[in-house]
């Protein structure tokens, strides 16, 4: 299983940017995904997740209290990609963006739930 982020960069306070996760040898569509942050000093939090399709369950969305009304996270499962549009970003929004993939259907803000990741993304907002 491999997935690749990308979308980082900088941008100025109150704009925006999309992250994509594609991932490779895996049923993306069995999956909740997530994505994380780490900013230096800090421990790594999660952002959003979504999560799979179990075939019973209507596919949910989280995110932290930081993002929401912001981000939006969304999935492609026939294209393998996970998209996360940051919108109004701010410099607290700051970190190495991660995405990963967790044990099942079901996603969480716990790392620990998540076995596979991605490399990371800068995202730097700053005027």
């Known amino acids: 299983v491999q997935l690749q982020a990308s979308g980082g960069g900088l941008v100025q306070p109150g704009g925006s940017l999309r992250l994509s996760c594609t991932t490779s040898g895996l049923t993306l569509d069995n999956y909740a995904i997530g994505w994380f942050r780490q900013a230096p000093g800090k421990k790594r939090e999660g952002v959003a997740c979504?999560?799979?399709?179990?075939?019973?369950?209507?596919?949910?969305?989280y995110y932290v209290d930081s993002a929401k009304g912001r981000f939006t996270i969304s999935r492609d499962n026939a294209k393998n990609t996970v998209y996360l549009q940051m919108n109004s970003l701010n410099p607290e929004d700051t970190a190495v963006y991660y995405c990963?993939?967790?044990?099942?259907?079901?996603?969480?803000?716990?790392?620990?739930?998540?076995?596979?990741w991605g490399q990371g993304t800068q995202v730097t907002v700053s005027s």
């Open positions: 990963a993939v967790a044990r099942g259907s079901i996603g969480s803000s716990y790392y620990r739930d998540y076995n596979y």
């Open positions: 979504i999560n799979g399709n179990d075939g019973i369950n209507d596919v949910m969305a």
